[in-house]
């Protein structure tokens, strides 16, 4: 309950210069809330669920690209029902020394206005359009190179981020940090909380009790910090879940589903789907096919 912000001490290859990671994780054993020194890249390859940048939360897609910089608190938080038949995430990460940036500039004079560009970044960015495409292709190609070949790789991603305007900021700048860590990490573990028990029954009281708080003083939290109500978050977490498993399993029954996800009441479902994605159950499953 008590737990604090981690700090990740990256660990690389005596002989590299960065650090890939091509992993397959449960949900569960993901890193919790952290920071540390070195830029990453993560390109989340198979699930979905929550991010936390900073001080911001927002839901996170298959195939997204972000870059975090140095120092930043994150972590990503999977719907289990996204993940792989056998129950694991995919994501592939990259992280590096910051003083790389500054180091390229003694070799290539092109290198210079990506480099200040990207040193100048201090909140979380999502890669989009034409660029997050070339990206996640050079990702996947450093799987299969050695050490040096993925050095000049993540040359190449770098100038393509610090050159292109295929990005949105998310977070909060790294200079801003200060005193809000605690309300980070009680945030995370409200998350954490809801993506292992969203298919059971789950109250105020539940929910505040994992933060030691009154279902007064929790629901004013939640509010303030997600700008909704904790019991339309958890139904949009449910119904995301659910709109998994309609694309997964085309052919199992929508009520089952409702009832795998955690709605026990199935017209209570039916009117916060609809609410939620404009069209029913039905339609939402027949549009996707």
């Given at each position: 309950?008590?737990?604090?912000?981690?700090?990740?001490?990256?660990?690389?290859?005596?002989?590299?210069?960065?650090?890939?990671?091509?992993?397959?994780?449960?949900?569960?054993?993901?890193?919790p809330?952290?920071?540390h020194p070195e830029i990453e890249i993560c390109y989340v390859v198979k699930g979905s669920g929550y991010r936390m940048m900073g001080d911001f939360l927002e839901?996170?897609?298959?195939?997204?690209?972000?870059?975090?910089?140095?120092?930043?608190?994150?972590?990503?938080?999977?719907?289990?029902?996204?993940?792989?038949?056998?129950?694991?995430?995919?994501?592939?990460?990259?992280?590096?020394?910051?003083?790389?940036?500054?180091?390229?500039?003694?070799?290539?004079t092109e290198w210079e206005y990506a480099a200040h560009r990207l040193s100048a970044i201090q909140q979380g960015i999502l890669l989009t359009g034409g660029t997050a495409g070339k990206i996640k292709s050079c990702l996947e190609?450093?799987?299969?190179?050695?050490?040096?070949?993925?050095?000049?790789?993540?040359?190449?991603?770098?100038?393509?981020?610090?050159?292109?305007?295929?990005?949105?900021?998310?977070?909060?700048q790294e200079t801003e940090f200060n005193g809000i860590t605690k309300n980070m990490r009680r945030m995370q573990l409200i998350f954490k909380y809801v993506i292992e028990h969203y298919k059971e029954k789950i109250t105020l009281s539940d929910a505040a009790n994992v933060i030691s708080m009154s279902t007064t003083a929790f629901c004013?939290?939640?509010?303030?910090?997600?700008?909704?109500?904790?019991?339309?978050?958890?139904?949009?977490?449910?119904?995301?879940?659910?709109?998994?498993?309609?694309?997964?399993?085309?052919?199992?029954?929508?009520?089952e589903i409702a009832w795998q996800c955690g709605f026990t009441d199935i017209p209570y479902f039916n009117r916060s789907f609809k609410k939620m994605k404009q069209m029913t159950p039905g339609q939402w499953r027949y549009k996707i096919q």
């Open positions: 309950m008590h737990e604090k912000l981690k700090f990740e001490q990256i660990k690389k290859d005596s002989c590299a210069s960065l650090r890939y990671d091509y992993s397959s994780l449960y949900p569960k054993d993901e890193m809330l952290h920071f839901p996170f897609e298959e195939g997204e690209v972000v870059l975090v910089p140095t120092n930043q608190p994150h972590c990503w938080m999977y719907n289990p029902e996204s993940c792989e038949p056998d129950g694991k995430r995919q994501c592939i990460v990259v992280q590096f020394n910051p003083d790389l940036l500054q180091a390229g500039l003694s070799f290539f190609e450093m799987n299969c190179l050695n050490a040096s070949e993925r050095m000049l790789m993540l040359i190449r991603i770098l100038q393509q981020i610090g050159t292109t305007t295929d990005l949105i900021p998310i977070g909060l004013s939290f939640f509010k303030r910090e997600t700008g909704k109500t904790f019991t339309n978050f958890i139904n949009e977490y449910r119904i995301e879940a659910v709109c998994t498993l309609l694309l997964n399993f085309p052919d199992k029954d929508i009520n």
